[in-house]
Structures are given as structure tokens and as C-alpha cells.
């Protein structure tokens, strides 16, 4: 079987073949750096991380090119800078690392290209020229917009009327505006807000910034200057993002139906209970807290343990399962530690799994199954049954850990003398006086990692181990 993919655009699966099979193409919206992610958030970049591994595993490593992006210029940034005092760049860059950092904790590869917005403000102006050139987009109050009623094609990929589109825009009422469901593609910047100077044709007086929408055609153009095989995202992105995305590309190229992209794929919400994990709802956990307690790996076979395209419900016990699943393949592995790796080919069943729309929950099931093989097996087939496992395992960013290290556990490697115990506690201690409480709590969580158990009393703090 070859890879089957849901294409939102025609809501159907389909069999996958790229264009070119020497550079199979595929961009994914990435976060908007001003703090830090969720695990929501890290839901897309794990998931198309499959993609990017399983497309790799199958034209090359060198045929994929994969982008996921930096939204670097956005009112949040803008505000988070004001009320930190913090520089922008300060920010974004501070962000976009903790990103990569923590995205790379859950097995996540770096993209081949990591395109930042602000570096692509040249191509954004293009792009708008162009719209303005065609009749696409027009200036009004110091604004650009698009014209959503010159696109025919406009609600395809959300199956929206007109009538949904102009109440799911949620438009506030903006006097710019010439219709409802028209979107800015450029806005005016004040004095103390980041901007750029517009080209004279465009007729503004002062200086902008583009609107976000805009941000993912320029870029997806100047990575990839032709119609990429997938593009990726959460579903909340499907409108009006990605609606945007595809108005402003196509109707800016030659012909002007040429398809942004070949693909379009999306995945469901983590929840938290009923509702969407998300910063305006205030139920968020983060990567970064969690992998103070958790391996990088648990996490990722949490986020994977659904289909992406179904929801998936964030539990501690989700997180509990994960690492008791996670346990028993590293406890075959060490097991087999002497046995040698030999080549073998990919087992049938996980790309299967993999190939019928990113199966993962069965890919899982796959593992566990290869897992029993090789508990079983004896002499050379040890080898085979190991091997496999491991070919298996590895592609979906597992079993990466040293067996023995992993079955020590967390606290082996965080293992803390008496001496600095103590000086951790004083240091607390002076912490807590100083009314540094985020001090005081990571040192806190540093020796509970560590499974220092402490009691605050009146004659000081008490400690042993746990
Ligand atoms: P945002 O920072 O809100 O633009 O989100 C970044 C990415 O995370 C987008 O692809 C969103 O669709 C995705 N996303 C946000 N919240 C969730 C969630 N609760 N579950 C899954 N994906 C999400
Ligand atoms: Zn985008």
C-alpha cells in the first residue's frame, strides 16, 4: 500500500505521490514566538514530525524539504514587549529557541528550513503590489485589504458559505473594511510600534506591518516559488488562515489557479476535558514544565497515541500509561544489549499503520507486537527481532535512550550529593527571603526531581531521601 493521506481540501483520503520525487515539499504554520508553547502547540510539530520522518524514509533525506516557520511580527509580540519593556527581537529570539529546545526534547527534527517573518518583508510587499495591481486587494485608511468577493474559489478548503465565513470572521466592526470578510494584508504602525516603510505605489503615508495571513504566502513562496505537495496545521487553522493563505497565493500567481498547495492536512484539538487546551482559556500545561518531570519521549507517545486527526485528551494518566508502555520496550532492549544490530527492513505492519493516513495508534500496536517477537525469540533470530524493534521504534522518534540509563529512572540522572542538597536549601532559604519565589519553586522542583523529600519547620528545613 502506498501512503493515503486525508486531504481537507477534497475530505477524502487519498493516495500521496509528490510532485517531483527528488524534492518532495511540505510547509507547517509554526508558533508565534512571544511565550512559551503548550502541549497543544506541540501537537503539529510532533505529528508532521512523523510525516517529515515517514516521506524522508521513503524518497531520501535529502528530498524532503520541510519548513515550519517563526511568526515573529504580531500584535502579541508587540504587546508582550510593551508590558515587559523587553526588545522584540529579545523576545522572539528568546522564544523561538525555548521552542526548538523543547520540540527537540520530544524527538521533534529540526525542519529544513526555519523562515522568520521579518526577514521576508521585501517578498510580503510583492505579494500585496501584486494583489493591488490585480484588483485583489485595496488601500483604505491607511490600510490594505483583500477583497475576499474577487475569489471565487474562497471557502473551498472550510467548507463555509458566505454566510458562516462572514460570522466566523469575527470581524470587529472596522470601518476599512469594504465587506465583512474582507482581511487585512498590511496595517499601519504607530510610532512606538515595529513597522516599515511602504512601497510609493501603494499610496500610505507612514510606516506597517503585514497582517499574518499574508506572513505564510510570502514565505511559502520565496522557500518553495511553486505549489508545495502538503501543507500542515492545527484545525482551528483551516479558517481563516489557511483560507487566506490560498486567496493571497493564487490570486497573486500568473494564471491565477494555480493551487497553493496539494495537501492540505490538519490536525484535531488536545483537550483538557471538554475544551481545547489554550492560553485564553487559561488550561494550559507546557512542554517546558512537563519535561522537568517527564522524559521527552513519554510525551511524545502521549501526543501520538491518538490518530492526529482525532482528539486527544490530556490526562496524568495519559502520561502515566505512556511511561509504563515506554518501560516494558526499554526493559526488552536492555534484555538484548549484547545481541548486534543487523540490517532489516522496515516491519510490514508499522508502514502499513503509517501509510493508511498516519496511523499511529496502530503503528503502537505494531511495536508492542515486535516487542513480544523479540521477548520470545532465541538465537540469531534475537538479532532480527531487536533489529527490527529498533528500525521500527527509532523512525517514530523512539527507543533513542540508553536502556539502562532509562530504567534507572529520572532521579538517577538528577542524583544529588548530601553537600548539595544543603547548599541547594540555603540557597532557597536566601531565595525565599529575598522574595525570589521563582527561584525558590525551581529549586524546590529540582530536588523533588531528585527525590529529596524537605519539611520547612521551626528549627529550619529537614531533608531525606525519598
Ligand atoms: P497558535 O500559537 O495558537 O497559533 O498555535 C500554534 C499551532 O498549534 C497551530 O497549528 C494551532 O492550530 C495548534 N494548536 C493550538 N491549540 C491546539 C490544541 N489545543 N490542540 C492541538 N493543536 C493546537
Ligand atoms: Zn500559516
Same mark, same amino acid.
Given at each position: ?238 479558517? +481563516? ?105 522496515? +516491519? ?12 499511529? +495508534? ?105
Amino acid at each position: 500500500m502506498t501512503l493515503q493521506l486525508f486531504n481537507t481540501y477534497s475530505g477524502k483520503k487519498e493516495t500521496f505521490v509528490p510532485q517531483k520525487r527528488s524534492r518532495v515539499t511540505m510547509y507547517v504554520c509554526g508558533p508565534t514566538v512571544y511565550s512559551y508553547a503548550h502541549i497543544g502547540n506541540a501537537r503539529p510539530p510532533v505529528v508532521f514530525d512523523v510525516l517529515f520522518r515517514w516521506l524522508r524514509a521513503q524518497y531520501g533525506r535529502d528530498a524532503v524539504v520541510y519548513a515550519r516557520n517563526f511568526t515573529d511580527i504580531d500584535d502579541k509580540i508587540i504587546r508582550a514587549s510593551q508590558e515587559s519593556g523587553e526588545p522584540i527581537a529579545a523576545i522572539t529570539e528568546k522564544y523561538a529557541e525555548i521552542y526548538r529546545q523543547d520540540t527537540g526534547a520530544l524527538g521533534v527534527l529540526p525542519p529544513t528550513l526555519e523562515p522568520r517573518a521579518t526577514e521576508h518583508i521585501p517578498e510580503m510587499q510583492a505579494l500585496i503590489t501584486t494583489l493591488l495591481e490585480k484588483q485583489h486587494a485595496y488601500t483604505e485608511q491607511e490600510h490594505i485589504l483583500f477583497r475576499v468577493k474577487s475569489f471565487a474559489e474562497y471557502g473551498k478548503l472550510s467548507k463555509l458559505d458566505q454566510e458562516e465565513i462572514i460570522a466566523g470572521a469575527r470581524v470587529e466592526v472596522a470601518p476599512y473594511k469594504h465587506d465583512a470578510a474582507d482581511f487585512v494584508l498590511w496595517k499601519p504602525s504607530s510610532e512606538n510600534e515595529p513597522g516599515w516603510k511602504a512601497p510609493t505605489g501603494w499610496g500610505l503615508s507612514g510606516k506597517g506591518r503585514p497582517g499574518w495571513h499574508l506572513e505564510c504566502s510570502a514565505m511559502i513562496e520565496a522557500a518553495f516559488e511553486e505549489t508545495i505537495d502538503i501543507h500542515g496545521g492545527g484545525q482551528d487553522l483551516r479558517f +481563516p488562515h489557511h483560507e487566506n493563505e490560498i486567496a493571497q497565493s493564487c490570486c497573486a500567481l500568473e494564471t491565477g489557479n494555480v493551487p497553493l498547495a496539494r495537501f492540505w492536512l490538519h490536525n484535531g484539538f488536545l483537550n483538557m476535558g471538554k475544551d481545547k487546551m489554550s492560553k485564553s482559556v487559561g488550561n494550559i500545561v507546557t512542554p517546558n514544565e512537563l519535561l522537568k518531570s517527564w522524559e521527552g519521549e513519554v510525551l511524545r507517545w502521549a501526543l501520538l497515541s491518538a490518530q492526529y486527526r482525532q482528539p486527544l485528551e490530556w490526562t496524568d494518566g495519559l502520561l502515566e500509561q505512556s511511561k509504563k508502555q515506554l518501560d516494558r520496550f526499554y526493559r526488552v532492549l536492555n534484555d538484548l544489549s549484547d545481541v548486534e544490530i543487523v540490517n532489516v527492513a522496515m +516491519p510490514t505492519r508499522v508502514a502499513e499503520a503509517l501509510n493508511d493516513d498516519l496511523n499511529t +495508534p496502530e503503528a503502537f500496536a505494531a511495536l508492542h507486537s515486535l516487542r513480544e517477537l523479540a521477548v520470545k525469540a532465541t538465537g540469531a533470530d534475537r538479532a532480527t527481532a531487536k533489529s527490527e524493534l529498533l528500525a521500527a521504534g527509532n523512525l517514530l522518534g523512539f527507543f533513542e535512550a540508553d536502556p539502562g540509563r532509562w530504567l534507572k529512572g529520572r532521579a538517577a540522572d538528577k542524583a544529588l550529593d548530601d553537600a548539595a542538597i544543603d547548599a541547594l536549601l540555603g540557597e532557597r532559604a536566601a531565595a525565599r527571603k529575598a522574595k525570589d519565589f521563582a527561584r525558590a519553586d525551581d529549586i524546590r522542583d529540582q530536588l523533588a526531581a531528585a527525590s529529596v523529600i524537605f519539611e520547612d519547620g521551626p528549627e529550619g528545613t529537614t531533608w531525606r531521601r525519598g
